[in-house]
């Protein structure tokens, strides 16, 4: 199982240029890549080969007035762009066909030296190391500074350095893990939970335990229409605006990162405590179409599953993700009587067969863990024993006993 450590790095004035500079020597070979195969289509050919662009666009580009700076930088990164470029369109290619599950892919763009994110991906032939004092030293780079929060498990397999938006760099290391070691230094567990998933409420558990949403967008919300107000009045183009810029995106990666801490933090608890978990396969994408779009976004459902999952996956845990159309808010935990669709108002309710009082998102944690196969009765037994043949004076009709009817 392949897992991704993220570590800051701070590098220096020499070094952000280095930087700025391999960033955009991969840009232009990725962006030479699509050009090459849009013009092989153009034309009616056959797309060049990854062997012909990695001879054209690199080897023999250097040699050239017009990208003799390609030089500049480790070759390395500039194979792993072609790649890249390679890896795009053979996904644009599968979704087309109906290969590849998601969301239908577009054909790959050019890149821009003006977008958010700026990649560029070291393996093991680039020859980079960690130095004794702790630094990531990167050919043609140098020595750059890194802030470790842990140590990593093993020796990564690749390094990938990002600057994002807000103008910060990260050094994210690709490690193998095995899931077997990692299942068994883990304390065991017998207990299995069932999670309901809310905006005022971010997680219900089965046991009535209710985690608050922190709604980390909702509370920055007033800092944000402050600081794109003074964006908004900088002349474009200006150095003004570009420092205006970079305090936005600094105040919404405040809030991302905060609301991930949360989700880790949160998603670790689950899986370190329970040994099976069951979860609402919620239509995120519907729900962030409706008025409550702002709120969807802001509780990051999908990440938090998605957390799960990997986590689950990695420590020998079992996930099973419910149905969305499941009507785990509409029937009754106690008697599994369906009593229809309700507004969002109504948090508490009476089942009308047995007459329990039931609150809404306990109620639906339950049936959650129900539909998992997850919940056990006082006894010991399942809740739903398993199906057994009808006995003979139960046959007819809805379980009543045949009629004499008149010929």
């Known amino acids: ?52 662009l990695s001879t054209r666009l690199i080897t023999q580009a250097k040699q050239t007035e017009a990208r003799s700076w390609l030089g500049e930088v480790s070759a390395v990164v500039l194979q792993q762009s072609l790649r890249d470029a390679e890896t795009a369109y053979k996904n644009f290619f599968a979704s087309l066909k109906g290969e590849r599950k998601g969301r239908k892919l577009g054909a790959p763009r050019f890149k821009s030296r003006k977008d958010a994110r700026q990649s560029m991906r070291f393996t093991a032939n680039a020859r980079w190391s960690v130095t004794d004092s702790g630094r990531l030293s990167l050919p043609k780079i140098g020595a750059i500074k890194v802030k470790w929060s842990r140590t990593l498990p093993t020796t990564p397999t690749s390094v990938t350095v990002i600057k994002d938006a807000a103008g910060r760099y990260f050094a994210s290391f690709v490690i193998n893990t095995d899931p077997a070691a990692d299942a068994a230094r883990t ?52 150095k003004n605006r570009e420092k205006a810029r970079l305090k936005v995106a600094r105040a919404h990666a405040r809030v991302a990162d905060a609301r991930r801490e949360f989700h880790h933090q949160l998603s670790t608890k689950l899986i370190r405590e329970n040994q099976a978990i069951g979860v609402e396969d919620l239509a995120v994408n519907g729900l962030a179409r409706s008025r409550l779009a702002k709120s969807v976004h802001d509780a990051g459902w999908s990440q938090f599953v998605a957390m799960l999952v990997y986590k689950a996956e990695r420590y020998g845990r079992t996930l099973t993700k419910i149905g969305r159309f499941v009507p785990t808010s509409q029937t009754c935990s106690y008697c599994d009587h369906v009593d229809g669709p309700k507004p969002l108002h109504i948090r508490v309710w009476t089942c009308p067969a047995c007459g329990a009082l039931l609150d809404r998102d306990i109620n639906s944690a339950r049936n959650v863990k129900k539909a998992a196969g997850l919940a056990v009765s006082a006894c010991g037994a399942p809740i739903r024993p398993e199906s057994a043949l009808a006995q003979r004076n139960e046959t007819g009709s809805r379980g009543f006993p045949p009629k004499v009817r008149a010929a």
């Open 187 to 238: 304390p065991e567990s017998d207990q299995a939970v069932g999670i309901d998933l809310g905006l005022t409420h971010f997680a219900i558990l089965d046991d009535g335990t209710k985690i608050d949403s922190p709604r980390f967008l909702r509370r920055a919300e007033k800092k944000l229409k402050k600081v794109q107000q003074e964006l908004s009045r900088k002349q474009k183009g200006s």
């Open 1 to 52: 199982m392949q897992l991704r450590y993220s570590f800051r790095l701070y590098p220096d004035h020499a070094q952000r240029g280095a930087l700025a500079r391999a960033f955009g020597c991969v840009r232009v070979v990725f962006n030479d890549a699509v050009r090459a195969r849009e013009d092989a289509r153009a034309a009616g050919g056959p797309f060049p080969k990854a062997g012909e």
